[in-house]
């Protein structure tokens, strides 16, 4: 028996925060939903220094903005090669007023939201840059998701 007629994705989530590592997790995500003839539906998730500075207004939203959509447009051209259907989002990864908000509950409640049957995120990087955020939320998504998680 094929493992595709007994497993059924009609939408990978790819959560993603600028970083080289979500890149390649965005790649997987589209050979994932090529294979299952599926859409992905890539998430970028906001940093806590950005959020902050957004906040703040010390880090102009327009930036954020420009260069979250100039990166979201590279990945659509991953998918573009395989045909895939990719939808977008953006998301802050955490609130200064609701501590339960963290990108790994991020994650996981955008992909119930997208009704996401699969989840492809950055493992964690070596990095240290305030940009990398999934790398803390990796765990946390391995540990409570309830759709396959692939941890790249």
């Known amino acids: 028996m094929d493992v ?8 990978v989530l790819a959560p993603v ?3 080289e590592e979500s890149e390649t997790a965005v ?18 998730v906001l940093g806590r220094e950005v959020v ?3 906040d703040s207004g010390v ?3 327009d930036d954020v903005a420009e260069n979250t959509q100039g990166f979201l447009e590279e990945l659509a051209g991953v998918a573009e090669a395989y045909d895939v259907e990719v ?10 007023s609701i501590k339960t908000r963290h990108p790994g509950s991020v994650v996981l409640d955008s992909a119930d939201s997208v009704d996401a049957d699969f989840i492809v995120l950055p493992r964690e990087s070596v990095a240290e840059a305030p940009t990398e955020v999934l ?13 396959p998680v692939l941890s790249v």
């Open 27 to 44: 790649e997987y995500a589209v050979a994932i939903a090529d294979r299952y003839d599926a859409s992905v539906h890539v998430l970028f």
């Open 59 to 61: 880090v102009p939203v």
């Open 135 to 147: 790398e803390k939320a990796a765990e946390y998504v391995l540990s409570y998701a309830s759709q």
């Open 87 to 96: 939808s977008m989002s953006t998301a802050h990864g955490f609130s200064p």
């Open 4 to 11: 595709s007629e007994s497993f059924q994705v009609d939408t």
């Open 17 to 19: 925060d600028g970083s």
């Open 52 to 54: 902050q500075g957004m």
